[in-house]
């Protein structure tokens, strides 16, 4: 409240923006002045006196009341200037990201709030709500898109005056994206005797989605065996080996990897991982029996079968048997194909690098060797390749090529004259290299003479016959 009164007819009293609210008037005489402002409007009461200069002097007084209206001289005004806010992006349309508020010094301003800027794609809107701008989302929002939005927001009153703000709106990401596998199904192979902690391939998923959605970990499990061999890295999805392998006891694996991400709740993909085995040369060949024999007659032609030393079925005839003699190899491919061999030093026989059939060399002769102990071989084709020995034991059979003998040509005896008749004269024997009847003597006397003087007996003795 502003009160003042003059004396001086004469002074002129002009008010000032500063201290009457805008008003500029003239009083003259005495003047009481009341100022109030109500409602941003200024109203001013005004008392005038009237006063003669009468004994006594005569007073008459007037109440005026003067109202300012307003104008438009005030900007709305954001407060604050900048606003902060975070949306998940799989928030629906509908949904409020924040509010700003714009005030105005003028009266009944009438705000207007609009988006003028930043509002990509059309994604957000804006209302007035209770001299408030309500920002909400209008279009279905995509992180991937757009992580981040700049608004510039506008308040504009009825006679165009107009503030802005700046609203940050940053989109979070939604669990909204499962994981993938790159090149699913996997296959891969491994050596038998990769040492453990071997690498054997990183399988690979991506996630659309960012930060601990996009955070993927890697589990194994096992379709075959126990799946003890294997472990997965959960970060790197490196699958490698926990065991020894050994591709003789199983030859493959099918594996199953998942991934999952670390959204709440999460989300996962599968894969099969199928791992083979690759054989490596680490087992010998082993034949079938732990010695072999067989027999072939001496005068059998040179490459006459004995018998045979291979997988393959052994055949039955009149003149030959040949006994069933394999060696098998656990390994596979090269690694598990055998040949055959003769130990070194073995010149009468020869065997079938791959048959195993074991044939005469040359000519034979009973008579010089009745026996033959020789070392077959089984070799694998692996590199290098590994060997295994079996003794074979092959008897020469007896044919009937030899005459017997005597030690000598002529054979003196001598008896006396008056010896009686059976009476021995002496002893004669001879020898037949071959064996069994082969070598069964029979003795005979050829070239007697008329009257038998002598017999021969089964005994080989010579004994007098009168």
Known sequence: MLVRRFGDRSTDWHGTKSDQGGLKSKVKNFVLCYFSIINLALNILVQVIAEDKGTPPQLATASVVITVQDVNDNDPVFNPKLYDTVVAEDSPPGTPVTSVTATDADENPRLHY????????????????????????????????????????????????????????????????????????????????????????????????????????????????????????????????????????????LLTVTAKDGGVPALSDTTDVEISVTDVNDNSPVFSKPSYSGTISEDALVGTSVLQVSQYLIFFSFLLFMFQISATDQDMGLNGRVRYALASGVDA???????????????????????????????????????????????????????????????????????????????????????????????????????????????????KFM
């Open 114 to 253: 609009e988006i003028s800027a930043g509002n990509t794609r059309g994604r957000f809107a804006i209302t007035a709500q209770n001299g408030r701008g309500l920002i909400t989302i209008a279009q279905p929002l995509d992180y991937k898109l757009d992580k981040r939005y700049i608004l510039t927001v506008k308040a504009t009153d009825s006679g165009s005056r107009f503030d802005t703000a700046t609203v940050y709106v940053n989109v979070t990401d939604a669990n909204n994206y499962p994981p993938v596998f790159e090149n699913a199904p996997y296959s891969a192979s491994v050596f038998e005797d990769a040492p453990v902690g071997t690498t054997v391939l990183i399988v690979t998923a991506t996630d659309g989605d960012v930060g601990q959605n996009a955070h993927i970990t890697y589990s194994l499990a096992s379709n075959g065996g126990d799946g003890s061999e294997f472990t997965i890295n959960s970060q790197t999805g490196a699958i490698v080996t926990t065991k020894a392998l050994d591709r003789e006891t199983l030859s493959g694996y």
């Open 349 to 463: 026989f020869a065997i079938d690098p791959t048959t195993g059939v074991i044939r005469s060399a040359k000519q034979l002769d009973r008579e010089s060797t009745a026996y033959y102990d020789i070392v077959a071989l089984g070799i694998d084709r692996g590199t290098p390749g590994l060997t295994s020995e079996v003794p074979v034991s092959i008897r020469v059979l007896d044919i009937n090529d030899s005459p017997p003998s005597f030690d000598t040509d002529k054979i003196v005896l001598y008896v006396a004259e008056n010896s009686p008749v059976g009476s021995s004269v002496g002893e004669i024997l001879a020898h037949d290299p071959d064996e069994g009847p082969n070598a069964v003597v029979q003795y005979s006397i050829i070239g007697k003479t008329n009257t038998p003087i002598f017999n021969l007996n089964l005994s080989f003795i010579l004994n």
